[in-house]
């Protein structure tokens, strides 16, 4: 009879383990920083599609009723809105900033535009949108 010593050892070795984590950190150096810009493409282009809609419905409102809405909440409560949009940059549907309207002899929403800080990747302030 003859004694088999086969010891099948199974596994990866350092060297094998290295070499696939320079790679995958080669992808990620790679990939990160342009998936973090198109993120930030996303939030910037969510933010004009609703500024765009939320004016659209100020202007539907005024032309309805001849004047403008006292708050965003009115647009919401006439369903020319569903919701009050969420500022996709701040987060938050409370930091819009709102223009009344430039005759004085009118109140309410004339116009709104982001109360985020900063610049977008155009250079223009979200404050000027």
């Not at 696939?20 to 920083?33: E, R, Y």
């Not at 929403?109 to 610049?119: C, F, H, L, R, T």
């Amino acid at each position: 009879m003859v004694a088999m010593n086969t010891v099948c050892k199974k596994g990866f070795t350092l060297i094998e383990m290295l070499v696939v984590m320079a790679i995958i950190g080669t992808l990620l150096a790679l990939v990160a920083p342009r998936y973090f810009k198109s993120m930030e493409h996303a939030r910037e282009t969510a933010l004009k599609h609703d500024l765009a809609v939320t004016r659209e419905a100020i202007g539907r409102f005024y032309s309805d009723l001849n004047h403008y809405p006292q708050s965003l909440d009115e647009l919401v409560q006439r369903r020319y809105l569903k919701t009050i949009p969420i500022d996709p940059i701040t987060g938050s549907s409370e930091t819009w900033i709102i223009t009344q309207p430039p005759d004085q002899a009118q109140s309410g929403v004339y116009d709104i535009s982001s109360g985020a800080e900063g610049v977008a990747s155009d250079g223009t302030e979200f404050k000027s949108w």
